[in-house]
Protein backbone atom coordinates (compact mmCIF):
# COMPACT_ATOMS: atom_id res chain seq x y z
CA UNK A 1 0.00 0.00 0.00
CA UNK A 2 2.77 2.85 0.59
CA UNK A 3 4.63 1.85 -2.63
CA UNK A 4 1.14 0.81 -4.95
CA UNK A 5 -2.00 1.54 -3.72
CA UNK A 6 -3.93 -1.49 -4.17
CA UNK A 7 -7.51 -2.26 -2.90
CA UNK A 8 -7.09 -5.33 -0.60
CA UNK A 9 -9.59 -7.36 1.09
CA UNK A 10 -8.62 -9.45 3.51
CA UNK A 11 -9.85 -12.81 4.08
CA UNK A 12 -9.56 -14.78 7.57
CA UNK A 13 -10.84 -16.90 10.41
CA UNK A 14 -11.95 -15.85 13.39
CA UNK A 15 -8.51 -16.92 15.07
CA UNK A 16 -7.30 -14.34 13.41
CA UNK A 17 -9.67 -11.42 14.41
CA UNK A 18 -6.78 -9.01 16.13
CA UNK A 19 -4.91 -9.37 12.67
CA UNK A 20 -8.39 -7.92 10.55
CA UNK A 21 -8.09 -4.94 12.22
CA UNK A 22 -4.71 -4.40 12.35
CA UNK A 23 -5.03 -4.91 8.30
CA UNK A 24 -7.72 -2.82 8.29
CA UNK A 25 -5.13 0.58 9.57
CA UNK A 26 -2.38 -0.67 7.19
CA UNK A 27 -4.44 -0.24 4.55
CA UNK A 28 -7.20 -3.21 3.63
CA UNK A 29 -10.30 -2.28 2.24
CA UNK A 30 -12.43 -4.87 3.72
CA UNK A 31 -12.51 -8.11 4.88
CA UNK A 32 -14.38 -11.51 4.26
CA UNK A 33 -14.47 -14.16 7.29
CA UNK A 34 -13.52 -17.47 6.07
CA UNK A 35 -16.20 -20.50 6.88
CA UNK A 36 -13.64 -22.49 8.00
CA UNK A 37 -10.21 -22.43 9.06
CA UNK A 38 -8.91 -24.83 6.91
CA UNK A 39 -8.72 -25.35 2.50
CA UNK A 40 -12.23 -27.28 1.92
CA UNK A 41 -14.56 -27.18 -0.39
CA UNK A 42 -17.04 -25.07 2.44
CA UNK A 43 -14.70 -22.06 1.62
CA UNK A 44 -17.03 -21.89 -1.74
CA UNK A 45 -19.45 -20.71 0.96
CA UNK A 46 -18.10 -17.06 0.67
CA UNK A 47 -17.61 -16.70 -3.25
CA UNK A 48 -20.86 -14.47 -3.83
CA UNK A 49 -19.65 -12.46 -0.68
CA UNK A 50 -16.61 -12.26 -1.67
CA UNK A 51 -17.16 -11.14 -5.71
CA UNK A 52 -19.73 -8.80 -4.08
CA UNK A 53 -16.78 -7.04 -2.07
CA UNK A 54 -14.40 -7.18 -5.07
CA UNK A 55 -16.60 -5.15 -7.18
CA UNK A 56 -17.50 -2.71 -4.14
CA UNK A 57 -13.82 -1.74 -3.50
CA UNK A 58 -13.22 -0.82 -7.07
CA UNK A 59 -14.46 2.41 -6.25
CA UNK A 60 -12.77 2.96 -3.18
CA UNK A 61 -10.60 5.53 -2.72
CA UNK A 62 -6.41 4.55 -2.13
CA UNK A 63 -5.45 8.03 -1.21
CA UNK A 64 -8.31 8.28 1.98
CA UNK A 65 -7.44 4.83 2.39
CA UNK A 66 -4.08 5.43 3.13
CA UNK A 67 -4.67 8.38 5.01
CA UNK A 68 -7.24 6.95 7.82
CA UNK A 69 -4.76 4.15 8.09
CA UNK A 70 -1.91 6.35 8.46
CA UNK A 71 -3.89 8.70 11.37
CA UNK A 72 -5.37 5.22 13.09
CA UNK A 73 -1.42 3.77 13.38
CA UNK A 74 -0.02 6.76 15.12
CA UNK A 75 -2.82 6.80 17.51
CA UNK A 76 -1.81 6.27 21.23
CA UNK A 77 -3.12 3.96 23.76
CA UNK A 78 -5.37 5.40 27.01
CA UNK A 79 -4.06 4.23 30.13
CA UNK A 80 -6.66 1.91 31.56
CA UNK A 81 -8.01 3.80 34.66
CA UNK A 82 -9.14 6.78 32.58
CA UNK A 83 -11.34 5.07 30.30
CA UNK A 84 -13.83 4.33 32.90
CA UNK A 85 -16.47 7.19 33.02
CA UNK A 86 -16.97 9.22 35.96
CA UNK A 87 -19.48 7.71 38.97
CA UNK A 88 -21.40 11.19 38.45
CA UNK A 89 -21.50 10.66 34.66
CA UNK A 90 -22.95 7.05 35.07
CA UNK A 91 -26.52 6.99 36.25
CA UNK A 92 -29.46 4.08 35.85
CA UNK A 93 -31.50 7.54 35.12
CA UNK A 94 -32.21 8.55 31.46
CA UNK A 95 -31.35 12.43 32.23
CA UNK A 96 -33.37 14.62 30.08
CA UNK A 97 -30.05 17.10 29.53
CA UNK A 98 -27.91 14.15 28.26
CA UNK A 99 -27.28 13.61 24.24
CA UNK A 100 -27.49 10.40 22.13
CA UNK A 101 -25.10 9.99 19.32
CA UNK A 102 -25.63 6.98 16.88
CA UNK A 103 -23.43 6.44 13.95
CA UNK A 104 -23.39 4.31 11.20
CA UNK A 105 -20.38 3.51 8.46
CA UNK A 106 -19.38 0.56 6.08
CA UNK A 107 -16.12 0.40 3.63
CA UNK A 108 -13.47 2.41 5.32
CA UNK A 109 -15.40 2.69 8.76
CA UNK A 110 -13.15 0.80 11.66
CA UNK A 111 -10.43 3.15 10.87
CA UNK A 112 -12.90 6.47 10.93
CA UNK A 113 -14.64 5.41 14.04
CA UNK A 114 -10.96 5.28 15.67
CA UNK A 115 -10.17 8.50 14.25
CA UNK A 116 -13.46 9.77 16.05
CA UNK A 117 -13.15 8.16 18.93
CA UNK A 118 -9.69 8.69 20.02
CA UNK A 119 -10.16 12.57 19.49
CA UNK A 120 -12.59 12.77 22.42
CA UNK A 121 -10.09 13.52 25.39
CA UNK A 122 -12.90 14.29 27.93
CA UNK A 123 -15.14 12.22 29.96
CA UNK A 124 -18.65 14.07 28.09
CA UNK A 125 -22.08 12.96 29.61
CA UNK A 126 -22.68 11.80 26.26
CA UNK A 127 -24.09 8.10 24.96
CA UNK A 128 -23.09 6.67 21.75
CA UNK A 129 -24.12 3.67 19.42
CA UNK A 130 -22.83 2.33 16.44
CA UNK A 131 -23.88 0.20 13.80
CA UNK A 132 -20.85 -0.85 11.73
CA UNK A 133 -21.47 -3.30 9.06
CA UNK A 134 -19.40 -6.09 10.30
CA UNK A 135 -19.83 -10.03 10.13
CA UNK A 136 -21.20 -12.26 13.18
CA UNK A 137 -18.13 -12.43 15.67
CA UNK A 138 -15.56 -10.03 15.04
CA UNK A 139 -17.65 -6.66 16.79
CA UNK A 140 -16.13 -7.66 20.12
CA UNK A 141 -12.95 -7.40 19.53
CA UNK A 142 -13.15 -4.38 17.45
CA UNK A 143 -14.58 -2.61 20.36
CA UNK A 144 -12.40 -3.92 22.62
CA UNK A 145 -9.78 -2.22 20.02
CA UNK A 146 -11.52 1.17 20.11
CA UNK A 147 -11.75 1.20 23.95
CA UNK A 148 -8.05 0.68 24.06
CA UNK A 149 -7.81 4.47 22.45
CA UNK A 150 -10.47 6.03 24.28
CA UNK A 151 -11.61 7.48 27.80
CA UNK A 152 -15.02 6.79 27.53
CA UNK A 153 -16.18 2.99 28.08
CA UNK A 154 -16.61 1.27 24.52
CA UNK A 155 -18.37 -2.64 24.52
CA UNK A 156 -20.08 -4.78 22.30
CA UNK A 157 -23.85 -4.33 22.85
CA UNK A 158 -25.62 -7.19 24.46
CA UNK A 159 -29.51 -7.61 25.10
CA UNK A 160 -30.15 -5.61 28.43
CA UNK A 161 -27.47 -2.63 28.12
CA UNK A 162 -29.03 0.47 29.92
CA UNK A 163 -27.67 3.03 27.62
CA UNK A 164 -25.79 5.24 29.91
CA UNK A 165 -24.14 8.67 28.85
CA UNK A 166 -19.89 8.21 28.75
CA UNK A 167 -20.59 4.87 27.39
CA UNK A 168 -20.27 3.19 23.12
CA UNK A 169 -22.56 0.37 22.30
CA UNK A 170 -21.36 -1.02 18.79
CA UNK A 171 -23.88 -3.40 17.62
CA UNK A 172 -22.81 -7.05 17.19
CA UNK A 173 -22.06 -7.79 13.62
CA UNK A 174 -24.81 -9.56 11.48
CA UNK A 175 -27.48 -8.90 13.82
CA UNK A 176 -29.62 -5.26 14.37
CA UNK A 177 -29.31 -2.99 18.03
CA UNK A 178 -32.27 -1.43 18.78
CA UNK A 179 -33.08 0.82 21.79
CA UNK A 180 -36.34 0.87 23.54
CA UNK A 181 -37.72 2.88 26.50
CA UNK A 182 -38.16 0.91 29.63
CA UNK A 183 -39.24 3.21 32.76
CA UNK A 184 -36.69 5.51 33.32
CA UNK A 185 -34.22 3.96 31.48
CA UNK A 186 -33.60 2.83 27.59
CA UNK A 187 -32.30 -0.39 27.16
CA UNK A 188 -30.74 -1.75 23.86
CA UNK A 189 -31.91 -4.77 22.28
CA UNK A 190 -30.26 -7.41 19.33
CA UNK A 191 -32.08 -8.68 17.31
CA UNK A 192 -32.17 -10.86 13.96
CA UNK A 193 -32.18 -9.30 10.82
CA UNK A 194 -35.46 -8.26 9.45
CA UNK A 195 -36.94 -9.60 6.29
CA UNK A 196 -34.02 -9.34 3.53
CA UNK A 197 -31.70 -6.28 5.26
CA UNK A 198 -28.53 -6.39 2.63
CA UNK A 199 -26.49 -4.50 5.29
CA UNK A 200 -25.71 -5.88 8.94
CA UNK A 201 -25.94 -4.12 11.51
CA UNK A 202 -28.11 -1.88 9.56
CA UNK A 203 -27.82 1.68 10.05
CA UNK A 204 -31.30 2.48 9.58
CA UNK A 205 -32.88 0.23 12.31
CA UNK A 206 -30.49 1.61 14.77
CA UNK A 207 -31.25 5.29 13.77
CA UNK A 208 -35.10 4.59 13.66
CA UNK A 209 -35.30 2.89 17.28
CA UNK A 210 -33.25 5.87 18.85
CA UNK A 211 -35.14 8.84 17.18
CA UNK A 212 -38.12 8.54 18.53
CA UNK A 213 -36.92 8.12 22.01
CA UNK A 214 -34.39 10.89 21.74
CA UNK A 215 -36.33 12.90 19.71
CA UNK A 216 -34.44 16.96 19.21
CA UNK A 217 -31.88 15.40 21.68
CA UNK A 218 -30.33 13.01 18.88
CA UNK A 219 -27.59 13.28 16.64
CA UNK A 220 -27.13 11.10 14.01
CA UNK A 221 -23.86 10.65 11.82
CA UNK A 222 -23.33 9.00 8.68
CA UNK A 223 -19.88 7.82 7.62
CA UNK A 224 -18.15 6.19 4.38
CA UNK A 225 -19.46 3.25 3.02
CA UNK A 226 -21.34 1.47 0.59
CA UNK A 227 -25.06 1.18 -0.61
CA UNK A 228 -27.81 3.62 1.17
CA UNK A 229 -28.24 1.82 5.01
CA UNK A 230 -28.98 5.24 6.70
CA UNK A 231 -30.97 7.10 4.17
CA UNK A 232 -34.44 6.07 5.83
CA UNK A 233 -33.01 6.47 9.42
CA UNK A 234 -31.90 10.25 8.04
CA UNK A 235 -35.74 10.75 7.29
CA UNK A 236 -36.81 9.64 10.66
CA UNK A 237 -34.11 11.16 12.95
CA UNK A 238 -35.18 14.73 11.46
CA UNK A 239 -39.07 14.14 11.56
CA UNK A 240 -38.39 13.44 15.20
CA UNK A 241 -36.52 16.55 15.30
CA UNK A 242 -33.16 15.23 15.50
CA UNK A 243 -29.97 16.46 13.13
CA UNK A 244 -27.23 14.65 11.24
CA UNK A 245 -24.10 15.11 10.01
CA UNK A 246 -22.22 13.52 7.35
CA UNK A 247 -18.69 12.96 5.80
CA UNK A 248 -17.67 15.37 2.98
CA UNK A 249 -16.86 13.37 0.02
CA UNK A 250 -13.46 14.14 0.29
CA UNK A 251 -12.19 12.02 3.09
CA UNK A 252 -14.42 9.15 2.07
CA UNK A 253 -13.24 5.80 1.28
CA UNK A 254 -16.30 4.81 -0.21
CA UNK A 255 -18.95 7.72 -1.08
CA UNK A 256 -21.81 5.67 -1.06
CA UNK A 257 -23.91 6.12 2.63
CA UNK A 258 -23.40 9.83 3.18
CA UNK A 259 -24.41 10.35 -0.72
CA UNK A 260 -27.49 9.01 -0.38
CA UNK A 261 -28.09 10.67 3.25
CA UNK A 262 -27.04 14.47 1.72
CA UNK A 263 -29.57 13.32 -1.10
CA UNK A 264 -32.43 13.38 1.46
CA UNK A 265 -31.67 16.71 1.92
CA UNK A 266 -32.22 16.51 5.63
CA UNK A 267 -28.55 16.78 6.60
CA UNK A 268 -27.68 19.79 8.63
CA UNK A 269 -23.62 19.54 8.12
CA UNK A 270 -21.53 17.90 5.69
CA UNK A 271 -17.50 17.72 7.27
CA UNK A 272 -14.66 15.91 6.21
CA UNK A 273 -13.46 13.32 9.02
CA UNK A 274 -10.76 15.00 10.64
CA UNK A 275 -13.37 17.54 11.58
CA UNK A 276 -16.60 15.12 12.73
CA UNK A 277 -15.53 14.85 16.46
CA UNK A 278 -15.17 18.00 16.66
CA UNK A 279 -18.63 18.85 14.82
CA UNK A 280 -19.85 16.07 17.70
CA UNK A 281 -19.20 17.64 20.33
CA UNK A 282 -20.21 20.91 18.86
CA UNK A 283 -23.86 19.84 18.61
CA UNK A 284 -24.09 18.15 21.84
CA UNK A 285 -22.35 21.15 23.69
CA UNK A 286 -18.73 19.74 24.40
CA UNK A 287 -16.75 21.73 21.78
CA UNK A 288 -13.38 23.50 23.50
Do not use: W
Amino acid sequence: MQKQPTPIIVVSSRSDDGNVFKALELGAVEFVPKPSSKVSPILMDIREELLEKVREVTSANLSNVMAHGNAASQLKRVPAPTRQPRQDVVSDEVAQDYRMVVIGSSTGGPPALQNIFSAITDEIPVAFAVAQHMPPGFTRAFAERLNRFCVLSIKEAENGDIVRPGQVLIAPGGKNLELFQKGSNVIAKVSDPKGHQRYLPSVDTLFSSAASIYEKRLLGVVLTGMGNDGRMGVHTINSHGGRVLAEAEESCVVFGMPKEAIATGLVDRIVPLPLVCREILKECGYDR
